[in-house]
């Protein structure tokens, strides 16, 4: 029991994860992909990133599940998995950048990668090549690096897929299926880097109630919301957690 008590985060840390989770929860449930872009940043200001990434790691092995049923008669099954599948290549690289890299230098590119998709999502790009299966894999790739290194494994497909013209409940329905398939790749590499420990529990424990609720209520939304909504209201959402994660305002929050 003292060895459980004694790796218990600070009542702080354990605050404002849990909202970084309501807000990553609703992102995730209404878009499908943005858990990472909203919890990572957020979370990252409070515990730090090495922290705060594998905890989204455990919340995203649960949360995949409840949405599976639902993704996989309306996915794109073929490109999801030869997706997925790169993506699995590539997560050990970047879970191994992870656990060797400066905490506050990780931030900033994190909230510069965030910066730069919400740039090219809403810049109204669309790309017009064909959807050949290397491309899929390079998209793949990309994403498995992102992901290894910080959960972020979820732009680089949706940028392909908003570039596409996919339709929401398509391309939700894409995200959904390949995130249910990469995070088992994401957990088992975090675990052999060792970037799961007590701490880490505690903390997906407290954010976990609140990672729910905000599933459930991103899920209520998605169904309210048209095309064009949908869209503006993941970008603004991705754009706010940027802002909001720079180590610039670490004075203020104490780190």
Not at 59 to 85: D, H, K, N, Q, Y
Not at 189 to 218: D, I, K, Q, R, V
């Amino acid at each position: 029991m003292d060895l459980l008590l004694g790796h218990l985060p600070a009542m702080g840390a354990i605050l404002g994860i849990a909202a970084a989770a309501v807000l990553g929860g609703l992102s995730r449930g209404f878009s499908g992909f943005g858990a990472a872009l909203v919890f990572v940043p957020l979370a990252s200001a409070a515990v730090g990133p090495k922290a705060a990434v594998p905890v989204l790691a455990l919340l995203e092995s649960v949360s995949c599940l409840a949405f599976l049923p639902g993704a996989w008669p309306r996915a794109a099954r073929r490109e999801v998995a030869i997706m997925a599948a790169a993506a699995i290549c590539a997560v050990p690289v970047g879970a191994i950048i992870l656990a060797l890299t400066d905490p506050v230098a990780l931030r900033w590119a994190l909230a510069g990668l965030v910066l730069l998709a919400v740039a090219v999502l809403a810049s109204g790009w669309r790309y017009r090549g064909p959807d050949s299966v290397s491309a899929v894999l390079g998209v793949g790739a990309a994403g498995g690096l992102m992901s290894g290194t910080a959960m972020l494994g979820g732009i680089a497909p949706a940028v392909w897929w908003f570039g596409r013209s996919a339709a929401a409940a398509t391309m939700r329905a894409n995200m959904n299926l390949y995130f249910a398939i990469l995070t088992v790749a994401v957990v088992a590499a975090y675990a052999w880097s060792g970037l799961f420990g007590w701490e880490t529990a505690w903390l997906a424990l407290a954010a976990g109630p609140s990672y729910a609720a905000g599933l459930w209520g991103g899920t209520a939304l998605f169904g309210l919301a048209s095309e064009r909504v949908f869209r503006r209201a993941g970008y603004a959402l991705i754009l706010a957690a940027a802002v909001l994660g720079l180590p610039l305002w670490d004075p203020l929050t104490g780190r």
